[in-house]
């Protein structure tokens, strides 16, 4: 009982986080039967990869000395799964790395700090798939021979609606529960407000590095063709099956 009284903040977020994952794995599968999108092999093995990815990543960069750490683009691989993937197939994978963040290095003091702290500013990247990759606008933009830039424009404005989420989440939990740890002469908001920044720039890396990689002909293109395959490939089963059909028939 002891251990239980002086511990009680640890479970208590532990329980929210778990309740979490299963409440948003409950909303993902709904979604996908609504959406008749059902994973493939291929999209399941991109996505751990992505997840493998962002959470090696996210072991390297600075760390601040209150907490926080700026990081080698390690969001973008999520990110570039919730563009090409859109919503249903990406929330899984978004709460997957969520719980692998909390599990990381949990700091916990209250559980609403758990969710401002881990919940919302990783949960946030389903923001990118808002917007996702559009096969069409792709193929109409190489067909004019321009860039294809226009057709990744989504990822660039849910990149900066998850930015605004991220950060604002921090200087909630900075100015609520970390405000003894301002800076002498500044208050709990401003102190917040300042420290936190770190989300921003860690965001930012990530998006700049993506820009980057999507500018790249031959990156843009195998990623592009990665999806068309996917497509190509189920209108080929459909053809064999129906082949297969008339031989049996003959």
């Known amino acids: 009982m002891e251990w239980l009284k002086e511990n009680w903040l640890v479970l208590l977020s532990i329980f929210i986080v778990i309740a979490g994952v299963i409440a948003a794995f409950v909303v993902a599968r709904v979604m996908n039967k609504k959406s008749n999108k059902k994973s493939t092999t291929r999209d399941l093995t991109f996505g751990a990869v992505c997840i493998a990815a962002s959470f090696a990543l996210s072991f390297f960069g600075y760390e601040l000395p209150q907490g926080g750490t700026i990081t080698p683009a390690s969001v973008l691989p999520i990110m570039l ?62 067909s004019e021979n321009k860039s294809t830039m226009p057709s990744h424009v989504g990822l660039f404005i849910g990149a900066a609606m998850y930015i605004v989420v991220r950060y604002t989440s921090h200087v909630l939990s900075g100015a609520i529960f970390f405000k003894e740890y301002a800076w002498e002469g500044w208050g ?63």
């Open 81 to 142: 799964y919730c563009h090409y993937q859109g919503l249903t197939k990406s929330l899984p994978v978004c709460i997957a790395f969520t719980l692998l963040q909390f599990m990381q290095n949990p700091y916990i003091l209250h559980p609403f700090q758990v969710i401002h702290d881990y919940f919302i500013p990783y949960l946030a990247l389903i923001l990118v798939s808002v917007f996702p990759f559009s096969r069409d606008k792709y193929n109409a933009l190489i």
């Open 188 to 250: 709990a908001w401003g102190y917040s407000f300042v420290y936190n920044l770190f989300a921003i720039a860690d965001a930012a890396i990530a998006v700049g590095v993506g820009a980057a990689l999507l500018a790249n002909k031959a990156f843009d293109t195998f990623m592009a063709k990665t999806f068309h395959a996917e497509k190509r490939t189920d209108t080929c089963a459909k053809d064999d099956e129906g082949t297969g059909s008339g031989a049996d028939e003959g």
